[in-house]
């Protein structure tokens, strides 16, 4: 027998195959004309992202889709293996450029925009090249005014790609934001496995999400959660069926049904008028990426301070690792403790409206140089170890992500920026939180911070985790601490995932490039902000007068833009991570 990429054991005759199930041999013909599902048992195997669009899409309607030029390996990294091999051999074995295929056909003769997810393809890990994908899909959808299905399978944001992989969420988040704004149908059929960063952006963002019999959907996955919480998860915990009684999926759609279902909802979906596949196009410039826009001008640009001593981005000698502890420090000054010492007349507020309040994020308005400002931000609680606990180390649960969402709708509101101050690990990784709706709440607010309507500032404080951050970073400008790292996932959590060891985390460190000087030459922070000698936690009213003296010139340059260069400028900022200068550069031109 033959295990093959796709779950199935191939039978020594080899006309038969196995069900990856039931382990019910199952006769090779009859498997492929039932699209793959198990006559017995029901299992729907993995398909690649080419069977997909050929069980979808109508004979003889498909147009692929491509991107521009994308940055392939932008850190140049290397862990047991350096990832341009590994990126070269999953290449070879699949076939495919990236883990995204692209294209515009019809289902049942209704027009459709289609990017499906290959898992094949480094667990089809969200890097560049397929949030570029993602993105020319739905800037397509916005072209023709075509309703864009979305089919994923992946096991989240690509480590070796760095903290421009996390980038992607943003980007495509945003993306999908302009198709709410311009009415445009959006759906998503979820396959086995979607989790992480795919499940936290545009897998959940859709108005209509459909998942297959049994395929599995979160944040964090079941190994993530077990080793957070030391105990087995329930049987069924993030399944098809579990998502639906918890009312995070609309319908469950077996594979049969598919490209009907699929039908109904197109027939809904496309505007009178709407052009059809062929009429794609019109505006062929319209999403060509833009370059971000210079560094800020302030107290530490381009890595230097404003007394004009080097800013290096972590502890003389460049050690990652010891950057990285210096970053999650316990008595680094927290948000409450800026918020004394940033604002005047400083008001919490509290509660997501819905039912809880999570003391991981808090916000308030106070006043910023006499100017009334919304600061909302992690809150690990400091070097007290009950307080910390209380505050869950600064992992947001859902609850944390609302409320952060819903005082950011007050601030649009009223018309007052938006400053946020990041230092988590992450999002919290337990068994309530993927309940309640962890990765839908994080996509959630990425979708609604690229189109607030109101100034977005940024800093990060200490540490930046993975998504967890990103849902508070989706910013026009974002400036970091002299000692402060940002990144796709831990280096603990990369060691043990790419080294099989955790003990690797200061290699991972290393080959992550999280300090700032390296987030500054990657165009993810605009400007590094200086701390006291040792850190902010020396002297954390210094690095709050420092952080003072930083903020106030970068949101009177962001109140001084109109409404629409403000949301323009922040698109092109997230468009262009990931896109090749030569991209950029004729997006520019034209």
Known sequence: MIETDLGLTVHARPDWVKCGRCAEL???????RDLRVCPDCGDHARLTARQRLDQLLDPGSETPLTAGPNLHDPLGFVDSRPYAERLAEARAATGMDEAVLGARGTIRDRPVVVAAMDFRFLGGSLGCAEGALVTEAANESLRTRTPLLLVTASGGARMQEGVLSLMQMAKTAHALAKLDEA??????LITDPTYGGVAASFA?????????????LGFAGPRVIEHTIGERLPTGFQTAE???EHGMVDAIAPRPALRATIRHFLDLGEPRGAHRPEQARTDPGAATPAPPGPAVNGPAVNGTAANGTAVNGGPDGGDQWEAVRLARHPARPTTLDYAGRLLDDFHELHGDRIGADCPAVVGGIGRLDGLPVMLIGHQKGGDNLAERQ??????????GFRKAARLMRLAAKLGLPVITLVDTPGANPGPDAERDGQAVAIAENLRLMARLSTPIVTVITGEGGSGGALALAVADRVLIGEHGVY????????????????AAAPAAAAALRMRPRELLRLGVVDR???EPPGGAHTDPGKAAALLRAALIPVVAELR????????????DRFRSFGVAPDARAEGSAS
């Open 204 to 216: 959940t963002l859709a108005d209509v999400i459909l998942i297959e019999p049994g395929a599995r």
């Open 487 to 502: 990144s796709v996932i831990s280096p603990e959590g990369c060691a043990a995932i790419l080294w099989k060891d955790s």
């Open 560 to 571: 001084a833009l109109d409404k629409p260069r403000l949301l323009r400028e922040r698109g």
């Open 183 to 188: 009415g445009v149908l959006v759906l998503s």
């Open 390 to 399: 209380h505050r869950k180390f600064g992992m947001a649960t859902p609850a």
């Open 26 to 32: 199952v006769y090779g013909k009859r498997f492929t």
């Open 528 to 530: 590094i902000v200086p």
């Open 242 to 244: 579990f998502l639906l």
